[in-house]
Each structure stands twice: as C-alpha cells, then as structure tokens.
C-alpha cells in the first residue's frame, strides 16, 4: 500500500500500468487485480476475479450482500487448491462445499465491500472483530471512516483492556492534529454510536509487528501515556472534584474534564446506574437517570447535586375538613 500511496500522488500520465493483486496461497496466489490510479482516494482496490476464478461476497449465512454492505470474501474457481495435507478438519472447515449454486468455495476469512461498480475494496479480516458490551464491531471500518477526515493520514482502532474502544491517529503531514471533538464528531457523523471511539491518541506512526503489519497491542499501550482526551482544568468545587475521582473509578482512570460527556469518554447505561449510586453514597441523594442523561458532565451533575441538596424539603398541608 505505501506503494500505492506514492503512485496515487505521482503525475497523471505515466509511462506505465500498474496493479493490485489479490489472493491466498490456497487460490494460487493470485485471485482478484484492480488498477492502481494516481489520485485515487484510499487504499487500492483489490478489484475483480481473474479469469476462471469467481468472487462471492456472502454474509454469516452464506447469501450475497448487496452492493456497499461489508462481507466475507468467498472465491471459487479451478485455482482453488484440493485442500490442507495432513490437516483435514482446517481444509473442511475453510473449503465449503454446496454453497452458492452448489459451487465448491474457499472462505477467505477477508472482509470485502463490493463497490457499486462491481469491484472489491479489502476492508479487514474476521478474526480482527471485537466485542464492545454485546455488538462485534469491525475496527477495519472505523478506521477507514476516520481517515476520510482531511486531517488523518492513518487510523488504528484497538480495544483496551477496560473494554473501551481506542483510535490511535497519525495525522496528515505537517497539519496540526485534530482534536479528540473534532474526530468524535467526524466519526458520529459516519458511524452507530456504538462503533464512536472514546478514547484517542496521536501518533508520527502506527506501530507495527516484526513482519510489518499494525500491532493493536502496542497500540492500546500507548493510551496510558498519551491520550488526546486531557482534563479540562482542575475542579473548581470540592463537588466536581468528589464526582471526577467517582468517573474515574468507573472509567478505569481515564481522567476527564468537567465538561467531557460521559457517554464521549467511555461511560455507558450500565455505568450509569453504578455512577447514580456512587452519587447516592457519597453525596446522600439521589439523582433520577432521566437526569443524569440530562446532565451527562461533571459541571452539570455537580449543579444537579447542589440544587437536590440545598432544595427546600417539601411537607404535605392537609387541608382540614369542613
């Protein structure tokens, strides 16, 4: 891809073609091949099947995805190879017989979106999905939304060890660095906010494994010293600072400002009720959840506290009977 990087920014007229090509040993190397075109936007396509090999995207149930939906790469074709020697269950678990029109396939374990144009972008592999509280989420798509943002050069979305997820930014030359807002805006506008980063950090790379490729675990690492997400100031009420110590207890350190949203920084409805009895024990009252989604920072929850503590108690007057 760095090589396509370069080719995408070389002049428009050059002295020669070149290609992408796709494809595991067990399809013979070679399955798929696009044109790399300077100025294309994006990594290169990955393109269409050669000749006597086939490419189907199909989803966990083995039916093709419609244009733009994200699926598995399924290929199919004379270069498949008979299977794995000496390991029978991989080859039947990989190589699938009956499957569409009957076709013998090999399950790529690649997610692919076929264009409307009719040719493949890689977007990551299966066994690179994670969990976040019950919904996989894909962080090949995040990334590839995160550096649509003019300002991002390269994306690396990993989870920490807390659950949350993390996107480590490389920005784009010598442009400043787009704030931790600026990004969750950019990638709420694009994505479920399940899939929304809450945790961020820049970088000058991404680091990367011994045999090149992105290291999510190094990664992750980096958050503990380096997050774009900085406290906003010190507390200025001892209410604030009871209620900061109280989200980073819940939030496994992270430190917030008192106006970061909760739900930005890694809080959730689940947390959310541990947050409301946290409250109760410490301040002695008890704010309603409907509030506290209200009132999602620490400034506005520390004001909620304040006016449920100094409110006038209210006492029933029964009117007598005539």
Same mark, same amino acid.
């Given at each position: 891809l760095t090589g396509g990087d370069r080719l995408r920014t070389a002049p428009s007229a050059l002295p020669y073609r070149v290609f992408n090509h796709y494809g595991p040993t067990e399809a013979s190397v070679v399955? +798929?091949?696009?044109?790399?075109?300077?100025?294309? #936007?994006?990594?290169?396509?990955?393109?269409?099947?050669?000749?006597? /090999? @086939?490419?189907?995207v199909l989803d966990d149930h083995g039916r093709p995805v419609p244009a733009g939906a994200i699926g598995e790469l399924h290929i199919g074709g004379i270069g498949l190879a008979r299977g794995y020697v000496g390991n029978p269950p991989g080859a039947?678990?990989?190589?699938?017989?009956?499957?569409?029109?009957?076709?013998? /396939?090999?399950?790529?374990?690649?997610?692919?979106?076929? /264009?409307?144009?009719? @040719?493949?972008?890689?977007?990551?592999?299966r066994d690179s999905q994670i969990k976040v509280r019950g919904i996989r989420i894909e962080p090949a798509e995040i990334e590839a939304v995160l550096t649509r943002h003019p300002a991002v050069e390269?994306? *690396?979305v990993t989870q920490l060890a807390d659950g949350r997820l993390a996107a480590l930014i490389v920005p784009r030359g010598a442009e400043a660095p787009p704030d931790a807002a600026a990004l969750r805006a950019h990638a709420r506008a694009?994505? %479920? #906010?399940?899939?929304? %980063? @809450? =945790?961020?950090?820049?970088?000058?790379? *991404?680091?990367? +494994? !011994?045999?090149?490729?992105? !290291?999510?675990?190094?990664? =992750?690492?980096?958050?503990?010293? #380096? +997050?774009?997400i900085q406290p906003s100031g010190p507390p200025p009420t001892h209410a604030e600072a009871a209620l900061t110590a109280l989200w980073q207890r819940l939030l496994a350190g992270t430190a917030p400002g008192r106006h970061d949203n909760f739900f930005d920084v890694g809080g959730h409805s689940l947390l959310l009720v541990r947050l409301q009895a946290g409250? #109760?024990?410490?301040?002695?009252?008890?704010? %309603?959840?409907v509030e506290l989604f209200d009132s999602p920072t620490i400034a506005l929850q520390a004001r909620a506290i304040y006016?449920?503590?100094?409110?006038?108690?209210? +006492?029933?007057n029964r009117g007598e009977a005539a």
């Open positions: 399955a +798929t091949f696009g044109e790399v075109l300077p100025g294309e #936007a994006g990594p290169p396509l990955i393109g269409r099947p050669i000749h006597n /090999l @086939a490419a189907h039947r678990s990989r190589f699938v017989s009956g499957g569409l029109r009957g076709a013998r /396939l090999f399950r790529s374990g690649d997610l692919v979106q076929r /264009l409307h144009t009719g @040719a493949l972008r890689f977007v990551g592999r390269a994306a *690396l694009h994505l %479920p #906010a399940a899939m929304v %980063p @809450a =945790a961020w950090c820049h970088a000058s790379a *991404l680091p990367l +494994t !011994d045999r090149g490729k992105r !290291d999510p675990a190094a990664a =992750a690492a980096r958050f503990c010293t #380096a +997050t774009v409250i #109760a024990e410490t301040f002695g009252c008890e704010l %309603p959840l006016a449920r503590r100094t409110a006038p108690a209210t +006492t029933g």
